[in-house]
């Protein structure tokens, strides 16, 4: 799941404004041409993982505070130790926004928005978002548009993932959208398997899958109350009227996530996590000038 907008696209240019030097840097410093030798290997993901989390990290207001940290490390960790890359560098935060969103980068570096963690109401909600994008890199969704750009002889800044081609000159400067948009778009395909991926996680794992069903529909009613909180989560992670109900038959289909709905639903840490999240400092507010970026 990702995002982008009210705030969304206000968010990346905002915080993006002392990134916009560097930029142009990180887009133009991965040129990677040639058709040939398209695969990404695990370590060249982890590097360019770690590349984009830093840029993330600058272009964000990324949460790195104990109190927050402590409660989602414990929440993700029953979903990392079922899912099928055990062996990455798995790094999951918070990210101070109150858009309703959650997105995955290369190598294992996982984010979720304050406005996601306060609008779910339990833990297996939370776990369903989390498996999904546990789901995106395990099935190398973001890696595999790596490898595309590669194909096509393009740079392989975060500008190509964002925009799926490479950013003009002046959409560099606008690149501040990075923040936006780490948030490449999926396939709907791809969003099926990431869907599927967190019903295997959470059953797996224990937790009831629905937990992922009940957070589709909280983020449907998010949607008709407040959609720019929403617009970059459904920008990046389309979501159609028949979502919901593939992951219902998904979950019916296989007798393990049937009984898993018995399975854990709530959990002490969800709720600490979600106290430490709303007392964190009121996010950043959205920059005032961006029209035309
Ligand atoms: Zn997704």
């Given at each position: 799941m990702r995002p982008l907008a009210r705030s969304g696209t206000a968010t990346g240019h905002q915080y993006a404004k002392k990134r916009r030097r560097s930029l142009p840097l990180l887009a133009g410093a991965?040129?990677?041409?040639?058709?040939?030798?398209?695969a990404v290997g695990v370590q060249e993901e982890l590097q360019l993982g770690d590349q984009y989390a830093a840029e993330v990290d600058k272009s964000m207001p990324v949460v790195h505070d104990a109190v927050v940290q402590g409660p989602l490390d414990a929440a993700v960790h029953p979903l990392v130790a079922v899912?099928?890359?055990?062996d990455l560098p798995w790094t999951f935060r918070v990210v101070?926004?109150?858009?309703v969103n959650a997105f995955a980068i290369p190598g294992g570096h996982i984010y979720v928005t304050r406005g996601l963690i306060e609008h779910a109401t339990s833990y297996h909600q939370l776990a369903g978002v989390l498996g999904h994008e546990i789901g995106h890199v395990d099935l190398r969704h973001s890696a595999r548009q790596i490898e595309q750009a590669r194909a096509a002889s393009l740079g392989v800044g975060l500008g190509y993932i964002v925009l799926g081609r490479e950013p003009g000159a002046a959409e560099n400067a606008a690149l501040n959208v990075v923040a936006a948009a780490v948030f490449a778009k999926f396939s709907r395909e791809d969003e099926r398997a990431a869907d599927h991926a967190a019903v295997r996680y959470t059953t797996a794992a224990g937790i009831d899958p629905d937990g992922l069903v009940e957070m589709f529909r909280i983020l449907q009613r998010v949607q008709s109350t407040d959609p720019g909180a929403i617009e970059q989560f459904f920008a990046s992670h389309p979501m159609t009227a028949d979502r919901i109900t593939d992951v219902q038959q998904t979950i019916a289909a296989d007798p393990a996530a049937r009984t898993a709905r018995?399975?854990?639903?709530?959990?002490p840490l969800f709720h600490e996590l979600q106290r430490a999240v709303r007392a964190l400092p009121p996010p950043p507010p959205p920059p005032k000038t961006q029209k035309g970026q």
């Open positions: 991965l040129w990677l041409g040639g058709a040939a030798a398209c899912a099928a890359r055990r101070n926004t109150a858009d018995t399975g854990k639903q709530d959990a």
